[in-house]
């Protein structure tokens, strides 16, 4: 399966295919308003990485928001996302490049495993930062809940862990990929 997979120019492809597919959701995660809202209906309170935003008191449908960034917490979870994300479009941008090449160079897809668990972890730093320090610092009306834009940094997060498991393991198959040993039946 995987001499077939790797062997195919156009399958060679589907690694960072799923590398860009990540890099698509976190850009949605990192500009997406909801990361919180408040459960109740019209929403009350509803927070981005950046930013909380309230809806005024007087109950018009003006928003009232306030900087997480002025949080050292806030920074922390900002910072740490992004890092991650930064690595992320690198590790892509490598891939790219070696599966582009005639010969895969294996030593090359290793590196760029180990950046991708580089990535897997500054990505759960901070969206398990961000939840727990914002629930501390922050009161929200009502219940809270995670939003969309949450979701799609852990949908980021989930295909870097598989991508990074595979392009680790991928090396193991060399031999099989590239031909160099005999068929059995």
Same mark, same amino acid.
């Given at each position: 399966? $995987?001499?077939?997979?790797? &062997?195919?120019?156009?399958?060679?492809? =589907?690694?960072?295919?799923?590398?860009?597919?990540?890099?698509?959701?976190?850009?949605?995660?990192? %500009?997406?308003?909801?990361?919180?809202?408040?459960?109740?209906?019209?929403?009350?309170?509803?927070?981005? =990485?950046?930013?909380?935003?309230?809806? %005024?008191?007087?109950?018009?449908?003006?928003?009232? !928001?306030?900087?997480?960034? *002025?949080? %050292?917490?806030?920074?922390? @979870? @900002?910072?740490?996302?992004?890092?991650?994300?930064?690595?992320?479009?690198? !590790? #892509?941008? /490598?891939?790219?490049?070696?599966?582009?090449? *005639?010969?895969?160079? #294996?030593?090359? $897809?290793?590196?760029?495993?180990?950046?991708?668990?580089?990535?897997?972890? #500054?990505?759960?730093?901070?969206?398990i930062i961000y939840p727990v320090m914002f629930t501390e610092d922050i009161k929200m009306d009502g219940a809270n809940m995670f939003s969309w834009a949450y979701g799609f940094?852990?949908?980021?997060?989930?295909? &870097?862990?598989? !991508?990074? #498991?595979?392009? !680790?393991?991928?090396?193991?198959?060399? *031999?099989? $990929?590239?031909?160099?040993?005999?068929?059995? /039946?």
């Amino acid at each position: 399966m $995987v001499t077939c997979t790797l &062997a195919c120019w156009r399958c060679r492809w =589907l690694l960072p295919l799923l590398l860009g597919i990540a890099i698509i959701a976190g850009l949605i995660a990192l %500009s997406g308003k909801g990361w919180l809202e408040s459960e109740s209906q019209p929403y009350q309170h509803q927070a981005s =990485l950046w930013e909380s935003c309230k809806l %005024s008191a007087g109950g018009g449908s003006q928003w009232v !928001c306030e900087s997480l960034m *002025d949080y %050292s917490w806030g920074k922390a @979870a @900002a910072a740490t996302y992004l890092i991650g994300f930064l690595i992320l479009i690198g !590790c #892509f941008v /490598l891939a790219v490049i070696v599966f582009s090449i *005639d010969v895969l160079n #294996f030593n090359f $897809v290793r590196g760029i495993g180990v950046l991708l668990f580089i990535v897997v972890f #500054f990505q759960i730093t901070s969206l398990i930062i961000y939840p727990v320090m914002f629930t501390e610092d922050i009161k929200m009306d009502g219940a809270n809940m995670f939003s969309w834009a949450y979701g799609f940094g852990w949908g980021s997060t989930i295909i &870097a862990i598989g !991508c990074a #498991f595979f392009f !680790c393991c991928l090396p193991n198959w060399e *031999d099989e $990929v590239l031909g160099n040993i005999k068929p059995t /039946l």
